[in-house]
């Protein structure tokens, strides 16, 4: 069976070589743009691939997407219609995003946000610490990544709730769905952290009216995608009170550019998009097992639905 690698990370080629072919016997792993015959090609290993670099194999069965979003696929207009897309979903991954978010849960918890401040100020002197039991966590998306992050941050004993496009339940979480509940849910959010897939549904849903239904002084975590937020509309809530820090993962544009305001913005904390990184070691087996139950005919897991986006 031909396996391509199509990525922008040429140094782990090797390292996907070896890890699938110790996994999967029988493979032929090629790394694009080396495709060889085209017509041999059946699964595609996809991380922002260059538009239409996955049209043109006839006998392609699967692309599987080697990071948790899929934006990165749908987006392309050359996408083929009829091979199904499956999602990444990395227990170690979903473990390190739950970290990122918590971090920034007890950085804003913790205020140490303003403390930073006041070193740099030399300034010996301390605010009020509010119960735990008070700063409600509101989270945007729970899927694999938002209903582990949900439980573990109930488990230190914030409240905790979840709001996604259909009804879920996680114990130990209030759970709300659909545009309806969304002022309910936001109002609700001392400290809201998205974990969105970025869809037609879900693209700016981060915006002024949005922002506006939070709290006053709330904090916001992005560790999903840029594209769900009116970065001027951020930097207007951050700059009027009604938010009092972000912690952004993801940016609109990326690399962000040296001209954005975000960069130096006092308020906002901001990391290269590093949230959760796909390590080979740990995804080569999702990714092995998805090709193996192709092989046998037997059901892919966590195959995208092009309608939904995710
Ligand atoms: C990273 O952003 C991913 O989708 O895995």
């Known amino acids: 069976m031909v396996v391509l690698l199509i990525t922008p990370r040429a140094e782990q080629a090797e390292n996907w070589r070896s890890l699938l072919s110790e996994v999967l016997k029988d493979i032929d792993f090629r790394v694009f743009p ?3 015959d ?3 090609v059946e699964v595609a290993l996809a991380w922002k691939a260059p538009y239409g670099a996955l049209a043109g194999f006839p006998k392609l069965k699967l692309i599987c997407s080697l990071g948790m979003g899929v934006d990165h696929l749908l987006q392309d207009p050359q996408l083929p219609a009829d091979v199904p897309i499956a999602r990444l979903v990395d227990p170690n991954m979903v473990e390190q995003m739950s970290e990122y978010a918590l971090y920034g849960v007890l950085h804003f918890h913790r205020r140490f946000d303003v403390y930073e401040r006041y070193q740099n ?6 605010l009020p610490l509010p119960h735990t039991a008070l700063r409600r966590i509101g989270v945007m998306g729970i899927g694999e990544i938002g209903a582990d992050f949900a439980r573990k941050t ?13 009804p879920k339940a996680i114990d130990g979480v209030e759970c709300y769905a659909g545009l309806d509940q969304l002022p309910r849910f936001l109002a609700q959010s001392d400290i809201l952290v998205t974990v969105l897939p970025l869809t037609s549904g879900t693209q700016q849903i981060v915006n002024a009216q949005t922002l506006a239904m939070l709290p006053r002084g709330a904090y916001f975590i992005n560790m999903a995608r840029g594209g769900l937020v009116v970065e001027g509309d951020l930097i207007a809530a951050l700059d009027s009170g009604q938010l009092e820090g972000a912690l952004l993962d993801v940016t609109a544009t990326e690399p962000l550019p040296a001209s954005s305001p975000l960069w130096s913005h006092r308020k906002v904390r901001l990391t290269p998009h590093i949230a959760g990184l796909t390590n080979p070691e740990t995804a080569v087996y999702p990714i092995a097992e998805n090709i193996q139950r192709l092989r046998d005919g037997r059901p892919l897991l966590h195959v995208v639905d092009r309608s939904r986006g995710y």
Do not use: C, I, M, Q
């Open 121 to 126: 100020e030399k300034r010996w002197e301390e």
């Open 34 to 36: 080396e495709v060889g």
């Open 38 to 40: 085209p017509s041999e």
């Open 154 to 166: 109930a488990a230190l004993g914030f409240p905790v709730k979840g709001w996604s496009r259909s």
